[in-house]
T-cell receptor, first 118, second 110 residues
Framework: GAVVSQHPSWVICKSGTSVKIECRSLDFQATTMFWYRQFPKQSLMLMATSNEGSKATYEQGVEKDKFLINHASLTLSTLTVTSAHPEDSSFYIC??????????????FGDGTRLSIL | GENVEQHPSTLSVQEGDSAVIKCTYS??????FPWYKQELGKGPQLIID?????GEKKDQRIAVTLNKTAKHFSLHITETQPEDSAVYFC?????????FGKGTMLLVSP
């Protein structure tokens, strides 16, 4: 149980393109999903917390107009990197927390999306 | 905010040996401490977690200990196997968001 699916797994696109990444909880409902960014050989850095039916909460230094987050249902959150540039190239990972059990339930992670901007 | 320190950054052991990874945290209000295993090109996978009302938890070859007074917690893997090779992250949480350590690359040699 507790499977999180992330799509696509790998994206290569030209500078200036917008890219959408999907995060789905397959066997549970998630009121809250999280988006992380991970550089090579580094830890996960939280970008934003995505709340179903409301606006996302962004961490300090993360541009909300650059990284658009939509959490329209209890099983789907999307991250759109708008007008992507080479410095946006990274490994983006989402996680989801089961709505049942409270705020300290485990976060379950997707397998990430490797974004390469040429 | 919370700060999590993790050591060592790399750990090499022989198959069958034990491996120990240690983390410290700064916020005494943190009450949930998960450990994740991340294989190359994959997302982190939860392997064990512990809450602040418990001092130790074990799941087969994996155990976690928590010392709330000292604000540190440790992951213990016994009888290591080559497939245990991966990057391991500790994390601390008090309400919702996780703060991760920098990770430990564990290499288990056959």
């Amino acid at each position: 149980g507790a499977v999180v699916s992330q799509h696509p797994s790998w994206v290569i696109c030209k500078s200036g393109t917008s890219v959408k990444i999907e995060c789905r909880s397959l066997d549970f409902q998630a009121t809250t999903m999280f988006w992380y960014r991970q550089f090579p050989k580094q830890s996960l850095m939280l970008m934003a917390t995505s709340n179903e039916g409301s606006k996302a909460t962004y961490e300090q230094g993360v541009e909300k107009d650059k990284f658009l987050i939509n959490h329209a249902s209890l099983t789907l959150s999307t991250l759109t990197v708008t007008s992507a540039h080479p410095e946006d190239s990274s490994f983006y990972i989402c996680s989801a927390r089961d709505r049942v059990g409270g705020s300290n339930q485990p976060q379950h992670f997707g397998d990430g999306t490797r974004l390469s901007i040429l | 905010g919370e700060n999590v320190e993790q050591h060592p950054s790399t750990l090499s052991v022989q198959e069958g040996d034990s491996a120990v990874i240690k983390c410290t945290y700064s916020d005494s209000a943190s009450n949930y401490f998960p450990w994740y295993k991340q294989e190359l090109g994959k997302g982190p996978q939860l392997i064990i977690d512990i809450r602040s009302n418990v001092g130790e938890k074990k799941d087969q070859r994996i155990a976690v200990t928590l010392n709330k007074t000292a604000k540190h917690f440790s992951l213990h893997i016994t009888e290591t196997q080559p497939e245990d090779s991966a990057v391991y992250f500790c994390a601390a949480s008090k309400m919702s968001t996780l703060t991760f350590g920098k990770g430990t690359m564990l290499l288990v040699s056959p």
